[in-house]
């Protein structure tokens, strides 16, 4: 009985390798969401190469101003969730494979990588998420038309409640140190 349950507690403690799967494709889901941003912001750039031509009116250059802050908004937001997808599956691969040791004796290794916990990481994957949530807010705020006193109203809720989110986040980091 006790050759069956050493068995068997072998099979379990060995199946934890199955996240690997996980993290292969986490890892190439942020590949991929870092070559689209970049690829995003390479055709943002050469669509700005005749911003400053003479004979663009202004009507037009203001509507390409406009388009291009909601390029950039866009760009960041995948630069983010590359991000979440990186930390993601370096925070899966520490917390149930291996512990990367390049990262813990790095200098330039941040402490955003360095995953020790589950809490850890849900930690530091809602920091990303809010971010990304920042960045969405702001590019429906840069759409919106303003009609009515509600409009700007709902507006400025909106960023008092972004900016709630934010000083609670930093309160908790503080609380976490201490």
Not at 66 to 83: C, F, M, N, P, Q
Not at 111 to 140: G, Q, T
Not at 143 to 151: Q, V
Request: proline share 1%; net charge negative.
């Amino acid at each position: 009985m006790k050759r069956v349950e050493q068995l068997f507690e072998g099979l379990l403690w060995e199946s934890r390798f199955v996240v690997v799967f996980a993290v292969l494709a986490s890892l190439l889901a942020s590949f991929a969401m870092f070559y689209m941003a970049t690829v995003d912001a390479y055709y943002m750039l050469v669509h700005l190469a005749h911003y400053a031509s003479p004979a663009m009116d202004m009507a037009a250059r203001s509507s390409l101003r406009g388009t291009t802050i909601a390029h950039v908004v866009e760009i960041v937001d995948g630069y983010l969730l590359a991000t979440v997808l990186l930390i993601f599956a370096l925070g899966l691969y520490e917390l149930f494979i291996s512990k990367i040791d390049k990262a813990e004796g790095s200098e330039t290794s941040s402490n955003v990588l360095l995953i020790r916990s589950l809490d850890d990481l849900k930690a530091r994957l809602a920091k990303v998420i809010l971010m990304i949530l920042i960045v969405k807010f702001f590019e429906h705020a840069i759409a919106m038309t303003f009609d009515t006193a509600i409009d700007l109203l709902a507006l400025a809720g909106g960023i008092a409640l972004l900016g709630l989110a934010l000083y609670l986040s930093h309160a908790a980091d503080h609380k976490s140190n201490a």
